[in-house]
């Protein structure tokens, strides 16, 4: 019989995930805070369980996709915390974007009952969790890797270890994130310079595409800026929590890098500004600011 | 018959261009600085002429493609320049990464002597030029555009009138710069954050490349800071240069952006390391000698 498989928050990425696991004949024991989401999925297959703990005592395998590291360190450490029920044999993994020195922190917890963990973080977004197509990267031990390697690939598509401790997946994703943030400044200021110097924007934004300065976020979210529809996607908000951990992983590590941390300087005064919930995109709004100019088709 | 071409600056770009304009049939009159560049194509058809002014004389419309903004001054305003000679019904097109605001004030120039100006930069590197698959970006009269079209389709592909002043052109590849400028030190940060962190380089460049962090300078120049082998491509003066074009037209239009202004701090850094002859990817030097590490794979 193939062993059951835990799932910590069904959100917009563990739902989909948990679905995709049991379709792929997969027992699920799952937990959320606000009970509801678990008990919809329970209709499809899922069995609910009370805590992370009770998780952990039916399942030997845990995933989690969280909103941030505090949440993770709930589900391991707080009341009714994987910590109180895991042991040896069993393993941990975490697929939220969060903080790596938390992620080692807790690795070193579990480790102290006998139990593994993994930092798995994942890029893709809602529609690659539903389809299966994420991109998975991992950190931490090959072989451990390797027993959830099956189960990654019911969840994804480019599965990667990125690095043989836990924090290597987390670094990995925020390292990603680096670029994600910066590709939306950079693009705002650059169809910002445009609509000051009195350019037509979507002859702008063709002739951005089409050479050096195309770019996955200029793909996607250009049209966000034009129309000024900054529905998100992915919220500014999260933006500036991944910008955060990134910091947070700069000062664990002993150094500093001046562009990611002038964008997140930007970030939180577009919060400031009252735009947290609006796509990340959202971040032209400040150099329109600046420039006293709409970016605007 | 068809009309004659001048063309002035016979570099990189300059000597393809005029080699793809003499296969469509032109007859082209060429200039250079140092002769010997024009002797070279005479053998190809090329007529060889002693001064811009010549050339002026002999070609309707006369196409420059040069180093800097200042040597485009030159061969306009400077002894034996077009001035001299231009009038009525001639256009001069500038093919050159200039400034706006040095476009704006020769396009005036000229038209006390009833020339037009066209500014016509253009993105795709020497490779684009020779192939003729140049991605052309136009500020000027739309009159003045159409009658130049035919030759733009020699050169290029994706032809752009992005506005219908003088300028438009180079503000467009100027927006293009602010984006390429801002990916490679995107890049380079995000590679020595990995670096730092321990991944394993290709594996990153790999996950990075899947997803929204990707892009066109990560394509072309990954294997250039991995490799450490940084021989241009374009040099990092060059970029500098544009950035202070960019520099020049926000202060033109009264505004200033955050990011870019950053980014041509850490170019300047970069050539006073000694690195100015290098491929601008070597942007990455300045992150690596922050964080004390080498993002190599």
Chains 1, 2 share one sequence.
Do not use: W
């Amino acid at each position: 019989m193939t062993e059951a498989v835990g799932y910590l928050g069904l959100g917009l990425m563990g739902t989909p995930m948990t679905r995709n696991l049991l379709a792929a004949g997969y027992p699920v024991v799952v937990y959320n805070r606000t009970r509801a989401k678990a008990e919809a999925l329970a209709a499809e297959g899922a069995q609910v369980a009370d805590s992370p703990a009770e998780v952990a005592r039916r399942a030997p395998v845990i995933l989690a996709c969280l909103a941030d590291a505090a949440a993770v360190e709930a589900v391991v450490s707080g009341p009714g915390g994987l910590l109180e029920t895991v042991g040896a044999g069993q393993v941990f993994v975490d697929m939220t974007t969060s903080s790596p020195p938390v992620s080692i922190r807790l690795a070193r917890a579990l480790a102290e009952k006998g139990a593994e963990m993994l930092d798995a973080p994942v890029s893709g977004a809602d529609v690659g969790a539903i389809e299966g197509t994420l991109s998975i990267m991992v950190g931490g031990k090959r072989p451990v890797f390797e027993r959830v390697l099956p189960i990654f690939r019911v969840l994804g598509r480019r599965i990667t270890l990125m690095g043989d401790r836990v924090g290597a997946g987390g670094y990995a994703k925020l390292a990603n994130q680096i670029m994600v943030a910066t590709h939306l400044a950079s693009m705002g200021e650059a169809l910002v310079f445009g609509a000051k110097a009195g350019l037509d924007l979507t002859q702008l934004e063709e002739a951005l595409s089409g050479g050096a300065a195309n770019s996955e976020i200029l793909r996607l979210k250009a049209s966000k800026v034009l129309s000024g529809e900054f529905t998100p996607g992915a919220r500014s908000t999260v933006q500036v929590k991944d910008l955060d951990y990134i910091a947070d992983s700069m000062e664990a590590l002993g150094f500093s890098l001046p562009v990611v941390q002038l964008v997140g300087t930007l970030y939180r005064e577009l919060i400031d500004m009252g735009h947290g919930d609006e796509d990340h995109s959202a971040i032209v709004r400040v150099f329109e600011k600046l420039a006293g100019v709409e970016a605007r088709a």
